[in-house]
């Protein structure tokens, strides 16, 4: 994990500075009428990043609008006011008020953080949805948020990603064995028990770790980020499916004193308008991945299904690997919480939307 540093002088030009009235409230969370604000929103993606990071700026307008323009949010790219790994001290510190992320980048906090973001052979996007919005998983975020004094939010997601982009081929486990590939949380983990050396990298070091040969693989996202990002340019091959990314969930922290000195209003204005981003970005996405796809074939790329042996042997590998995330009290009742939403809906597979999708190639 990178050293949280934030350029202050610079931070109390451009940052958030709450239009507080003039009488004192004796309770943070009081109702107060007609109050202006102005947040900081930090972010782990580079400047103008297509697909979550356009979210994060759609999030924020749509606070705005909502509001009626009494909450401005300021939105940092990575690096502007604190590093893409950095965003989640600045806002558990209160240095920033929120930050723009995916949670997986957090396994150093807490091993609960991952479940939150992507799982192996995990839950699909809408199963994730299910999980937070009418199962336990809200619940059980607060309580892993409180920890480090934030609210977590769901605002987005990538719907189906795919497994990596190689430069060589790779036909076995043998060969996947020697690869250098990026991959953060549970999946570099999986990918290490197939003998895989996984390194974690931000976003936009990606591409030049990739063109100058400092890793041989990656995996980042789904047709449509992959694309704009041109890891064409420097890797033919592309695999898929994506077992140990199915999808990524990507989540807004909130630290906890900035949200409860909004008025009541604010707090359910900012909560719609992360339920209603989070379905824009995965509908987004899921609209422009033919065209994506499309557009990566005329370039060259050619698409390769990850032997069969090789999601055989990580299927065998994940338990424990999963397991060695429950380490304490918050990250087991996540664990089991999890996989018990996930086995109900396993056991509901005849008629689950599955069998149509099937039906649907006759």
Known sequence: MKSLKINRRSFLKKATIPVVASVALSSPSVLR???????????????NFPGIGLGAERLAKRIQKLSNDEIKINVYSAGELVPPFGVFDAVSSGAADMYHSADFYWTGKNKAYPFFASVPFGMTAEEFNSWIYANEGQD???????KFNMKHFLVGNTGTTLFGWFKNEFNNLDDFSKIKIRSPGFGGDLLRTLGATPVNLPGGDILPSLSSGAIDAADWSNPVMDLAFGFYKVAKYCYYPDFKKPTVSISLGFNIDKLKNLSLQHQSIIQTACQAENQEMLSD??????????????????FKKVPEEIIIQASKNVKSVIDSYAVDEISTKV????????N???SFSDFDISNYLNSRKI
């Open 344 to 346: 109900n809906r396993k």
């Open 33 to 47: 009428a007609q109050t202006s604000v102005e947040l900081s929103l930090v972010t782990s993606w580079p400047a």
């Open 140 to 146: 059980l975020w607060n309580e892993l948020g409180s």
């Open 285 to 302: 996405f899921m609209n422009k991945e033919f065209f994506a796809i499309e557009k990566l074939k005329s370039l060259g790329v050619v």
């Open 335 to 342: 664990r089991d919480s999890y996989f018990k939403f996930l």
